[in-house]
């Protein structure tokens, strides 16, 4: 063994034995009494004055209302010709 090893060995049982420490320590803790109080020690949530509204409903359609509405007429592209070289 050499020392290098040693040393490495020692330093990491430095963290280890903290952190057994720290552990019984919160555990050994006892929970802090809060003083007793009337309000229920949070934020109070804002209340929505009204339900929001609901969409609006679409037309009825089928035999007790009226025919679905026509497609819209179809527009076709005009063909670009070609150019002539003639003046």
Do not use: C, N
């Amino acid at each position: 063994m050499t020392w290098g090893f040693l040393w490495l060995m020692l330093a990491l049982k430095i963290p280890l034995a903290g952190l057994i420490y720290i552990v019984w320590w919160a555990i050994k803790q006892e929970p802090d009494e809060a003083p007793p109080s009337d309000d229920d020690g949070g934020v109070r949530r804002r209340e929505r004055p009204h339900p929001p509204k609901p969409f609006p409903r679409r037309p009825r359609r089928g035999p007790h209302g009226d025919p679905a509405p026509l497609p819209p007429s179809r527009v076709r592209t005009v063909r670009a010709r070609a150019r002539t070289l003639g003046h």
